[in-house]
């Protein structure tokens, strides 16, 4: 059922709510009960709560918080003496200190839900509700719900600058869960970044419109450019993504946030009809896309073996070794000022997957944000740390881009890099995906400063997020989405990426498995929540 995410829609919580169960390993587990209050969190919430009602926030004892983040931990050194740093200031304001808990990129969906499943002590958490399996680790019990009172005690300034509206989508159980990045601009949708240099050489456009035109310039690659991969994709890397792109390219489905393992597969029709279910995966949409990727696959455009490749894909670009790489339009803007110093005439560019059909929704603001862990010891003083992260400019300035004199200086009101950079000795980053701030932000020369070019297409179809308050609930279907998303996990690379002899009976193989898996039934609960949704939406019009 429809776990609504807004606060005084009694009559349908009263009808709908379910409780947020124990924690549980696995990436799709649900696990809820019927009472229809999250599950009580371990140590510190009632204290927060207490402290919060007196308004008075003790500072008296010295902490330290930890924050989960996504991404391979730095190993120049850097990132340690910026966080000392940040460190001194944390304990002079709130006589605490922060340290990062990196979740790597090898196997990290599995890792960061098991993280979270595990009872561990966590403070701050990175999440995502596109992404990060945000809606099922809530529905686990992963996160402690926070009141109007701790967070205007706790986080005051993040707490005036997010609007009643926005509140209401990082509700679970009518309860906040996530300190939403509603205060930070971004645009995360995938895309080809390829060159331009090489399209024109092709004889192709300017600007990229089709896939037959990225399939023409692949091939010019292959035929011309003897040491370069035309598509060399790693492993781990954003492979699932290409699947989503077709779909985005070739119909006006929107993704629905449900997860079901490597492959996306549950949609909504159109952005007419938001709340008809529907899956590409069953019609010609899925079967033109494996059709498509063997023929790329006999064509050579990647690596034979694709499924195991761990080179750097970035890396890879950056020394013309490989034409084109699936990524946002976020990495294509810091991308593009690199290439030219890198290899210089190579003109990168940037063809979105909602280009073809002009199928793009806007970023949801909990596309990034943070929540407390449900077992933090210190969840009023975690909110205390992150509410400075993301509003003291001194420490926002650190923890985004290091020690002023070496990682970065002002030169004509940007961020440009010191005489003597290098960049294995110097090189910072921290992931901070949870908490940025426009008003805070340094532009850098390192951004490509024609991207308001991009900014201004998306912005002339762009449609509004609109599955800002639904949490699918998987109680009822738990056990078929994790079959589901094991079938997925395990035929979906192979299918993505060519790796069969007969791509007919390859397919059809997976619809049997994912039909044997329950996918019916998951799709009917779908239905039935969205029509749930849609009734909660009208009410509020």
């Not at 699947?243 to 909504?268: E, I, R």
């Not at 192979?494 to 193989?509: H, I, N, Y």
Request: aromatic residues 12%.
């Amino acid at each position: 059922m429809v776990k609504t995410k807004k606060a005084g829609t009694l009559l349908l919580a009263s009808a709908l709510t379910v409780a947020l169960a124990a924690c549980s390993g696995g990436n799709n587990n649900g696990g809820n009960s019927a009472s229809g209050s999250a599950t009580a969190p371990a140590s510190g919430a009632s204290s927060a709560s207490a402290s919060a009602d007196a308004g008075k926030p003790d500072t008296s004892k010295f902490v330290t918080v930890n924050y989960v983040i996504l991404g391979d931990k730095p190993k120049n050194g850097q990132f340690e003496k910026v966080l000392a740093k940040v460190n001194e200031l944390l304990k002079a304001k709130v006589n605490a200190q922060i340290e990062w808990k990196w979740v790597e990129w090898a196997d990290w969906q599995t890792k960061y839900n098991l993280l979270l499943a595990s009872g561990e002590q966590l403070d701050l958490i990175t999440v995502g509700t596109d992404w990060l399996d945000t809606w099922s680790n809530a529905q686990r019990g992963a996160f402690l719900p926070l009141s109007d009172d701790m967070l205007k005690t706790y986080a005051p300034q993040t707490y005036a600058n997010v609007k009643p509206e926005e509140w209401a989508q990082t509700k679970y159980d009518g309860k906040v869960v996530i300190l939403p990045e509603n205060q930070f601009t971004q645009w995360v949708n995938h895309g080809f970044i390829y060159r331009g240099d090489w399209a024109k050489e092709a004889g192709l456009p300017d600007k990229l419109t089709s896939w037959d035109e990225i399939e023409k310039y692949l091939q010019y690659i292959k035929d011309n450019k003897p040491d370069v991969v035309p598509f060399d994709v790693a492993a781990g890397g954003s492979l699932n993504m290409i699947w989503d792109g077709w779909d985005q390219s070739f119909t006006k489905n929107l993704p629905l946030p449900v997860t079901s393992g490597f492959l996306p597969m549950f949609y909504a029709k159109s952005y007419d009809e938001p709340y008809t279910a529907v899956s590409p995966i069953f019609d010609d949409t899925f079967m033109n896309y494996v059709k498509k990727m063997k023929e790329w696959a006999d064509k050579g455009f990647w690596r034979e073996d694709v499924l195991n490749n761990k080179v750097d894909i970035t890396t890879q670009l950056e020394a013309g070794l490989t034409g084109l790489m699936s990524h946002h339009t976020s990495q294509f803007s810091g991308l593009r000022p690199t290439m030219d110093k890198k290899q210089p005439g190579s003109d990168l560019q940037f063809f979105p997957f909602a280009r073809p059909n002009q199928n793009l929704m806007a970023t949801s603001i909990t596309h990034g944000g943070t929540s407390i862990g449900a077992h933090s010891k210190n969840p009023e003083r975690a909110l205390m740390v992150y509410d400075l992260l993301r509003n003291d400019k001194e420490i926002y300035d650190l923890i985004n881009y290091g020690i002023e004199g070496t990682q970065y200086e002002i030169k004509d009101n940007k961020r440009v890099l010191p005489a003597g950079y290098d960049e294995t000795r110097d090189a910072f980053y921290s992931d901070f995906w949870g908490g940025r701030n426009d008003k805070l932000e340094i532009p850098s020369d390192q951004t490509w400063d024609k991207i308001d070019t991009l900014y201004q297409e998306y912005d002339s179809y762009k449609k509004p997020y609109i599955y800002g308050q639904f949490v699918f609930d998987k109680s009822k279907v738990q056990a078929e989405l994790a079959a589901i998303s094991q079938v997925s996990s395990q035929m979906g690379p192979s299918l993505s990426f060519g790796q069969m002899k007969d791509p007919e009976k390859a397919v059809q193989d997976f619809r049997d498995k994912l039909k044997q898996a329950g996918y019916d039934k998951v799709m009917a609960e779908l239905q039935r929540q969205l029509d749930d949704y849609k009734k909660l939406i009208e009410s509020q019009q």
